[in-house]
């Protein structure tokens, strides 16, 4: 992120680097998973919320964030809950990210021009949205933030009635926030 951008954000001018924030609505799309599924937003959006993260496999900050996807999925996915990755790569190299980086969820690939990616207005990836079952945002992250993850774990625990899981361990020492 250019110095005037990060300036500008300091001085409280929000200038996001989607044009997707929370409250707004996410534009519907349809991809092909990794086992040539298709997954469509607005038929999954009938089960219930879609935690959607837009990554590409040799960025540094979505190799850090997505083992907390992961850890995510593992605690909220699942029973009407969707959690996908929409992969910037080729079937090829999103599979070797996922066993690298122990990704069990469904990864969707949005190649050949990044059509969905555009239509959300990424600039950075990984960039990470909580879409609601009427299709409203309710989380649009960018980068790693540690914040916005507890947000939508706190948001599908209440959702799903049930305890709210650490998702860092006391242990490990995480930052706040890593730009995309």
């Keep these: 992120m250019g110095i005037l951008r990060r300036l500008s954000r300091w001085m409280g001018k929000q200038d996001h680097m989607t044009h997707i924030v929370a409250g707004n609505m996410a534009p519907g799309f349809s991809l092909k998973a990794l086992d040539n599924k298709q997954y469509s937003l607005n038929t999954l959006l009938e089960r219930g ?8 496999i040799s960025c540094p900050v979505c190799q850090f964030a997505f083992p907390f996807l992961e850890r995510l ?9 969707t959690f996908l990755g929409i992969s910037q790569d080729d079937a ?4 070797n990210f996922a066993k690298e980086y122990g990704v069990t969820f469904p990864l969707l690939l949005d190649e050949s021009g990044y059509p969905v990616s555009n239509t959300y207005g990424l600039t950075n ?3 990470i949205f909580l879409i609601d079952t009427d299709g409203t945002v309710k989380v649009s992250s960018m980068g790693f933030d540690k914040k916005d993850l507890e947000a939508i774990a706190a948001n599908l625990a209440q959702r ?20 995309g």
């Design 49 to 56: 919320p879609v935690v959607a993260a837009f990554f590409k």
């Design 73 to 81: 999925y593992k605690s909220y996915g699942g029973d009407g809950v």
């Design 92 to 95: 090829r190299a999103t599979q």
């Design 125 to 127: 990836v990984p960039t």
């Design 160 to 179: 799903k009635r049930i305890s709210l899981a650490p998702l860092f361990r006391p242990d490990e020492v995480i930052p706040a926030n890593k730009p």
